[in-house]
């Protein structure tokens, strides 16, 4: 727990900084939250990396599947003690399995990461674009685990960071 004082702590100097910053500009400080679970969510770059990651994967991970159920179905039989072909069968299956599960770590996971990666740099960089477009002074995060716990429904923009972000990578 003591790095949650010390994150406490840094929140609180924030704050003060931000306090004196609001002060010499002679006006509120513009502080907003968007709740990034929500955004991640409704963000259509997500959306469509996730339709093209399924629509590549998804065969292979039919075919595992199905090696896995006969996998199974070999080893039930051979437990009844039912033939050497049974076994000859499972030691296939088994190398099937083995052969599929190496071609979706090497193919599919990266490809996965990757696509989480472009969603994170381009919704980050959409942010930092909706702050400096709506005259923010801050805009805090609100993650399933952050340091935003609560926000009254008054500095939650996270529709329109949606709408900003969503149009953004549209073009328009």
Not at 20 to 28: E, K, L, W
Not at 49 to 55: G, R, T, V
Not at 116 to 138: C, E, P, R, V
Request: net charge negative.
């Amino acid at each position: 727990m003591k790095w949650m004082k010390g994150v406490q702590i840094i929140v609180l100097l924030v704050a003060l900084i931000l306090s004196g910053v609001a002060f010499m500009r002679n006006r509120p400080m513009r502080i907003v939250y968007v709740n990034m679970d929500q955004l991640f969510v409704g963000f259509q770059m997500k959306n469509e990396l996730e339709k093209d990651f399924q629509s590549k994967s998804s065969d292979v991970e039919k075919q595992l599947e199905l090696t896995r159920y006969k996998v199974g179905e070999y080893k039930e039989k051979l437990a009844t003690g039912i033939s050497k072909a049974y076994l000859d069968s499972l030691s296939i299956a088994n190398d099937r399995l083995s052969d599929l599960t190496i071609l979706y770590e090497e193919n599919y996971i990266p490809l996965k990461e990757q696509y989480d990666s472009q969603i994170q740099t381009q919704l980050h960089d959409y942010m930092i674009a909706f702050g400096k477009s709506s005259d923010y002074d801050l805009v805090l995060t609100s993650l399933h685990g952050s340091t935003v716990v609560y926000g009254v429904d008054a500095v939650d923009v996270t529709q329109e960071a949606l709408l900003f972000i969503n149009e953004r990578y549209a073009g328009k």
